[in-house]
Each structure stands twice: as C-alpha cells, then as structure tokens.
C-alpha cells in the first residue's frame, strides 16, 4: 500500500521567514496530494491540494509544488504569521481510490513572534 | 453552513465494553470517511461509506464496524475495547467519492479514551 513520509517533524520559524515541509510517497498510482491544517483541539482543515497532472499550485502566500519522477511533493509558507502556527499534514491518494487518503506523520509548526 | 459535527466530544469507556459514535456531515455531502488518529500511529484510514453501502476499508480489525443512514449520518461501532483503541476518532465527509472534485472536510473529533 501507499506510504507517505513527511519532514521534517518540528519546525520554529521566525514571523515573516518562510516554512517548508516536504513529503514524499511510494505508490505511484498516487494522483491527488492535498496538504492539511490541524489546530489544537479542531479536527484537520484542508488548505490546499493538487493533482497529479499539475506542478505548482498557488494560494496567496501558500504554494505546493509536485515532483512526479521523484515521487515528492512540498508545501511553502512566507510571509509567515503567529496564526500558521499547527500541526500540518501531508497525504496521498488515488482518485478512483475514493476518500482514502494516506497522511504522513505531521509536521509541528512554530512561528515564534 | 454547519459543518461537520461529531458527538460525543469526549468518551471515557472501560476496557471490554462497546462504544458508538455518530457523524452528521455537511448538508449535501453523501461521502462520510473515518480515521482514526493517534500520537503512535498518526492518522489512519478506517472506512468510507457512500450511498449507505462501505466501499472501502482500512486495515482495522472487524471489531471495528460503521453504517450509513439514508440521510447520510453515520455512526462507527467499535467492539470489545482495548486500551490501544483510546485515541482521537475523526469523521470526514464529502461530495462525492472523487478527492480530486470534492475535497474531505473533517469534524472535530471523538476523543477516546479507554481504561
């Protein structure tokens, strides 16, 4: 089945420098990568995704981008904001496999102020 | 719109008991998913009902059970309760089956705990 690795695990970042993560996966039948927010106490919030068929996606100041050869896919941060401060996850998963995403292990953000 | 909403919030069971816990999804959505998340073993695919009818499940023993209504809410069953099964139980719904047209929208959680 599909494995996703995400680093790194913790990040602490200074307000306005920019936050990386990076994820990669092993199934590559994998064609749907969405990247999501968890705050504390609140279940996950989808803040982006993109399709296989697409190398960079962006919104305001989050981009994703999506290497298919290398089987590796990264979610950028600027500008960042005390309020970015979350656990995020990464996840993979075939579109005809229906709703079952494979998530990596989360990465702890800290944006210190 | 109301999103989606998971009760009970919290739960404390005993060990060996049984335990529901209920899914309403976002009105419209006919795709309700669980997963199961804990600090081990992160987040965890357990089943998505569409339509009422499971078509697909994780890797989870049988213990772990669900149904869908007709009215789309759904409820996950879990039997004979061990302590590895205290964790945070989270619903999801959407659309559609396709991820890539109607991306999953997750409820606050079950917290699970069990002694």
């Known amino acids: 089945g599909e494995n996703v690795e995400q680093h790194p695990s913790t990040l602490s970042v200074q307000e306005g420098d920019s936050a990386v993560i990076k994820c990669t996966y092993s199934d590559s039948a994998s064609n749907y990568f969405p990247w999501y927010k968890q705050e504390l106490g609140k279940g996950p919030q989808l803040i982006i995704d993109?399709?296989?068929?697409?190398g960079e996606k962006k919104d305001q100041r989050i981009a994703v981008t999506l290497n298919k050869t290398a089987k590796h896919f990264s979610l950028h941060i600027t500008e960042t904001q005390p309020e970015d401060s979350a656990v995020y996850f990464c996840?993979?998963?075939?579109?005809?496999?229906?709703?079952?995403?494979?998530f990596g292990g989360g990465t702890r953000v800290l944006v210190k102020p | 719109k109301a999103g989606v909403t998971q009760t009970p919030r919290y739960l404390i069971k005993t060990r060996g008991q049984q335990v529901t816990l209920s899914c309403s999804p976002i009105?419209?959505?006919?795709?309700v998913s669980w997963y199961q998340q804990t600090p081990g073993q992160g987040l965890q695919f357990l089943f998505e009902y569409f339509s009422e009818t499971q078509r697909n499940k994780g890797n989870f023993p049988g213990r772990f059970s669900g149904r869908q209504f007709s009215n789309s809410r759904s409820e996950m069953n879990v039997s004979t309760l061990e302590l590895g099964d205290s964790a945070l139980y989270l619903c999801?719904?959407?659309?559609?089956?396709?991820?890539?047209?109607?991306?999953?929208?997750f409820g606050n959680g079950t917290r699970l705990t069990v002694t």
């Open positions: 993109i399709r296989s068929n697409v």
């Open positions: 996840a993979a998963s075939r579109i005809a496999a229906g709703n079952k995403l494979t």
């Open positions: 999801a719904s959407s659309l559609a089956r396709q991820t890539e047209n109607s991306p999953l929208h």
């Open positions: 009105s419209g959505h006919r795709s």
